[in-house]
């Protein structure tokens, strides 16, 4: 009986574990951290061994293959001494690949990612395909491979996961774009972390479609470099493409072989120029899947959109109050502030990764007229705001954010969360930091 040893006890963690219990593995399942208690009872009630608290190695150094959870670096020093003895260590989403022949769609980015991935399921379930959606969002992509025989998986691939695939394969990728994120992991090297994203690729062959950014350099550049075996399917809001999707007199065009589609952008449930792209990337692979024009061009309309991700809350005295506590680096700022039509009191801060914002510079001296800081350490934001903006203020919970916020604004303003940062410094995480932006929203 081969062993399986799961390191972390997440939600993709247990659904590991739950999938190599039914394929016969010897399961054992550690976490340095604490579990959640609705996994615990799942763990138990499947009568799966388990730790929390510690790493007990003589327990995790005798397993055949181990599956970490993305939050754990490869650095660790469990994690080497696995590497030293030669045990196989993989993602959740290299282990359940093995035990479907589902077709899958994998999709990764730096920005983006969430919002192609729900808008690609939407489509193809629109289209009436039996189609899961997993990875990086919502139940375990081995917790389905378990409960259900899907057809089709739409999966979100952080670089984390994909550092650990050996021969994962989607039939269909999608790099949505590259900009400079979790440097901290890649060793400062930007470039690092471009080969991880490239890796969704690596094993695919010409019956396989790789759908990325050709407005992209970073993409365009490495492709360039290190040429891929996929057939390549882009798009662009810039140039006619031969082969892929491009914009045309507000339409969107996408060509595969000789078959070519149209659809208006008038009508697309998003806004910003980023979500023209991120309805390509979804409409590209839904054409690709033989879905029905018609279906494809009322998914563009009725898309939902991802929670957190510039998700309009409530209007109140004529201000529009816009939640998009997903923004955890200034690219996705970048594209929130970019699609602001009106005044714009702007919520930011948290925890900097190394943050530049100089991109951000155009946007807040046409857009901007107020700036709140939301964050333990707020120094930076005023040494590179406040010769910008007239009223830039400090604050460290979110209630009073919203109430200076409420203060500020006028009739016609927006008033906007897009930190810019990652949350862990006053909240548990970015979905906890929206919640409360709402709530206090809610009770003005």
Request: glycine share 6%.
């Amino acid at each position: 009986m081969k062993r399986l040893v799961v390191l972390g006890g997440g939600e993709s963690g247990v659904g590991t574990a739950l999938l190599g219990k039914e394929k016969g593995y010897e399961v054992f399942l550690s976490d340095k951290g604490k579990i959640k208690e609705k996994y615990k009872e799942v763990l138990e009630h499947n009568e799966i061994e388990w730790e929390e608290g510690e790493h007990t190695e003589s327990k995790i150094l005798n397993a055949d293959v181990v599956m970490k959870s993305p939050g754990i670096p490869d650095k660790v020093a469990l994690v080497q001494k696995l590497i030293q003895n030669k045990i196989t260590v993989v993602s959740e989403i290299e282990f359940a690949s093995q035990f479907t022949s589902a077709n899958i769609i994998g999709i990764t980015g730096s920005n983006g990612k969430t919002t192609t991935t729900m808008w690609t399921h939407h489509m193809l379930k629109n289209g009436n395909l039996n189609v899961a959606m997993g990875g990086n969002i919502g139940d375990s992509f081995a917790k389905q491979v378990v409960e259900e025989k899907y057809e089709h998986f739409v999966l979100e691939l952080s670089s984390f996961q994909l550092d650990g695939i050996k021969e994962f394969k989607p039939h269909i990728a999608v790099i949505t774009n590259i900009t400079p994120d979790h440097l901290d992991r890649y060793d400062y090297k930007f470039e690092n972390y471009i080969a991880s994203k490239f890796r969704i690729a690596m094993n695919q062959t010409s019956n396989d479609y790789l759908i990325y950014d050709a407005d992209d350099e970073v993409i365009v550049n490495h492709l360039n470099q290190n040429p891929v075996q996929s057939t390549l399917l882009p798009f662009s809001l810039e140039r006619k493409m031969e082969q892929g999707a491009y914009l045309e007199e507000k339409n969107i065009k996408i060509i595969i072989d000789n078959s070519q589609i149209i659809m208006p952008t008038a009508n697309i449930a998003l806004e910003g120029k980023h979500n023209v792209k991120n309805a390509m990337a979804a409409s590209t692979v839904a054409h690709l899947l033989k879905i029905r024009k018609h279906t494809i061009r009322e998914s563009l309309e009725n898309f939902q959109g991802a929670e957190h991700r510039l998700e309009n809350v409530l209007r109140i005295n004529k201000v529009q109050y816009i939640n998009d506590s997903k923004a955890t680096n200034v690219n996705a700022t970048y594209f929130a502030l970019e699609s602001m039509d009106a005044p714009t009191v702007w919520i930011v801060g948290g925890e900097d990764k190394g943050n530049n914002y100089k991109e951000l510079f155009p946007f807040v001296n046409e857009k901007v007229k107020a700036i709140v800081c939301l964050g333990v350490d707020n120094q930076k934001l005023f040494d590179t705001f406040s010769n910008m903006v007239d009223v830039v203020v400090e604050t460290q919970f979110m209630t009073e954010a919203v109430k200076i916020a409420y203060k500020i604004a006028e009739a016609g303003d927006n008033v906007l969360l897009s930190p810019a940062c990652t949350s862990f410094d006053l909240f548990d995480n970015y979905e906890d930091r929206g919640r409360q932006f709402k709530e206090a929203v809610r009770k003005l």
